[in-house]
């Protein structure tokens, strides 16, 4: 077998502060899983319902897997309000900060597990030195976060003449960046490299990852709405995770973050980095249609998936072939008429009124 020529990477750990979880990322510890918050979070500090509001969900996207947040902190304001949602969580929380060092900063005064800056844009070397330091004395990891609109200029001009290719520039600039980190003796850092380009994102993370053992957060940036951004993300994260690249990874989309956060949990699964949990087996639906499957699943998903629960869903949309596809599956569901049939192993156990299938989907559920 020929010698992998990527490099295991070092361990770095978010969280601990308070109450919040300590995760390892890189090393041998399981790859990891981010979203990102979609809303502004400016007021939440004075607005207890908002913040329970915030709360709540945050405890729903860890319940589907979501192990890592992050949270845009554009000013001040934010930044006040991202303290205080730190405060009422145990899931490790990111501040995503651009241009004003002392944002992060200001978000340090928090239990924050980790500060994401793209040091091109962060300023004079000495702003990086405070936000490292800073992180040195809290305990708190920092992202490096290198993306194809920030590349150095001297860079750039030799990505335009066609000396290196964009991804190469990628990988280069994330290296030296890492350079500075190193300088300062700070260790507590992972790099992401980030294209539009699924291609750009794979080479880039290539390169780096050949040359470093740094943890990599692996994602495609602007991937776009629900079906490109899936598609995408999914071709480079199983080239890259089957080549033993990526510690934690991060799919955009125009969507939810629970739709990144179920997106990611099934490229890892099907990828074999993940195990257990509720696999949901469904039916594109046709003209035979018994049975509303899409508002069932709409209505199931994110309860079946945050189920501590190793087995298998199927939802049919008729009977001609639900029990006999969905054979396998430990409880099924599927219907005709007015009528719907729960099963399990392929084998019939119920015939009920459709008026009634979530009450005793729902029962069949819990006595597995």
């Known amino acids: 077998m020929a010698e992998n020529k990527f490099l295991k990477t070092k361990t770095v750990y978010l969280g601990g502060s308070g109450n919040v979880q300590r995760i390892g990322i890189g090393g041998d510890e399981p790859i990891t899983i981010q979203t990102m918050w979609k809303e502004g979070i400016v007021g939440v500090k004075d607005d207890k319902t908002r913040l329970e509001k915030i709360r709540e969900e945050i405890a729903e996207l860890k319940m589907l897997g979501c192990d890592i947040i992050r949270f845009a902190v554009p000013d001040m304001a934010s930044a006040e309000s991202f303290i205080e949602i730190c405060k009422i969580t145990s899931v490790p929380l990111v501040a995503d ?41 809290k305990g708190a990891a920092i992202r490096i976060g290198v993306n194809t609109g920030s590349l150095p200029k001297d860079l750039e001009a030799k990505v335009e003449s066609g000396e290196i290719s964009r991804a190469v520039a990628l990988s280069e600039t994330a290296a030296r960046e890492a350079a500075v ?21 794979i080479e880039s993370n290539e390169n780096f990852a050949s040359r ?83 508002g069932f699943m709409n209505r ?56 009634d299938a979530d009450s005793e989907f729902r029962k069949e559920l819990e006595s597995l």
């Not at 980190?181 to 699924?198: G, I, T």
């Not at 629970?258 to 087996?281: D, F, H, M």
């Open 181 to 201: 980190f190193d300088e300062l003796n700070f260790d507590q850092f992972v790099v992401s490299m980030k294209a539009s380009s699924v291609q750009e994102t």
């Open 212 to 294: 470093f053992n740094i943890p990599l957060h692996v994602g495609v940036t602007e991937a776009g709405p629900l079906i490109t951004g899936v598609v995408k993300s999914t071709l480079a994260f199983s080239h890259l995770l089957t080549e033993g690249i990526g510690n934690t990874i991060r799919v955009s989309l125009s969507s939810s973050p629970a739709n990144e956060v179920i997106t990611g949990l099934e490229i890892l699964r099907e990828c074999g980095k993940r195990s257990g949990g509720v696999k949901l087996v469904s039916c594109p639906r046709c003209g035979r249609l018994g049975f509303d499957v899409h």
């Open 300 to 355: 199931w998903q994110n309860e079946l998936l945050s189920l501590k629960k190793d087995i298998t869903v199927a939802v049919m949309g008729c009977v001609v072939n639900g029990p006999g596809e969905g054979k396998h599956a430990d409880l099924g569901i599927a219907g005709a008429g007015e009528k719907a049939i729960i099963f399990k192993k392929g084998k019939i156990v119920k015939t009920i009124d459709m008026k």
């Open 97 to 137: 900060i651009h241009f004003d060092y002392r944002l992060a900063l200001k978000c340090l005064e928090g239990p924050v597990a980790a500060i994401r800056i793209n040091p091109g844009n962060i300023g004079a070397r000495e702003r990086v030195e405070a936000v490292v330091n800073a992180c040195r004395d």
